[in-house]
Structures are given as structure tokens and as C-alpha cells.
């Protein structure tokens, strides 16, 4: 299985910026999309963004557009997230996910750096 290994969580007040970053571990021809997502304690996992693989074709959640850019490095296995303008309601575990083709869900997962935003 391939590993996802994110990178870049932290801490930061409310209007700075931070950058994930997700390896993963081999190349794989049946990769479709990477994923963000995350988690605030006592909520529910919630969709931030996700790239088609081949395509680069990118899709935000209203909560987070104009703010957030998702981006892939098709050569390096890795996909970015690059995050502006950040509010206290950003703070949560930010996880990485894998979609492959053919399937209807993310499948794969990284283990989500911690994101805190103070106001």
C-alpha cells in the first residue's frame, strides 16, 4: 500500500499563511485524485480540496476558496496545499488522501499534521 507522509502543520495567528505538503511513497498508475481534509475536535472530518492526478483539475470547499490552492507535483509523488489568509475556524488535523481509479472514495490516508490558527 502506499504510504501518504504529510508535512508542514504548525501554529500561526489568524491571517498568516502556512503550506502542507504530502509524499507518497511510490508511483502508482492508479492514482486519480489527492485530497485534503480535516478534522476540529468534536466535528465531523470535512472536505477541503482535491486535484485530479492526470489533470490537475482542482475543487475547494466554499469555506476555504479564494483562500486555499491545492496543487500536485506529478514527478515528486506530491501534492501541496497552500493555505492564506487563515482564521481560527481553519484550526484542525489536516489529512492527505489518495483516491484510485475506479473507486467512488478515498481510500488512503496519511496520519494529519495539526493546524492551529490563533486569533
Known amino acids: 500500500q502506499v504510504r501518504l507522509v504529510e508535512s508542514g502543520g504548525g501554529s500561526v495567528q489568524a491571517g498568516g499563511s502556512l503550506r502542507l505538503s504530502c509524499a507518497a511513497s511510490?508511483?502508482?498508475?492508479?492514482?486519480?485524485?489527492m485530497g485534503w481534509f480535516r478534522q476540529a475536535p468534536g466535528k465531523e472530518r470535512e472536505f477541503v480540496a482535491a486535484?485530479?492526478?492526470?489533470?490537475?483539475?482542482?475543487n475547494y470547499a466554499d469555506s476555504v476558496k479564494g483562500r486555499f490552492t491545492i496543487s500536485r507535483a506529478r514527478a515528486k509523488n506530491t501534492v501541496s496545499l497552500q493555505m492564506n489568509s487563515l482564521k481560527p475556524e481553519d484550526s484542525a488535523v489536516y489529512y492527505c488522501?489518495?483516491?484510485?481509479?475506479?473507486?467512488?472514495?478515498?481510500?488512503?490516508w496519511g496520519q494529519g499534521p495539526q493546524v492551529t490558527v490563533s486569533s
Open positions: 488522501a489518495e483516491r484510485r481509479a475506479g473507486s467512488l472514495s478515498y481510500d488512503n
Open positions: 486535484i485530479t492526478w492526470i489533470s490537475g483539475s482542482t
Open positions: 511510490e508511483r502508482t498508475f492508479s492514482r486519480y485524485e
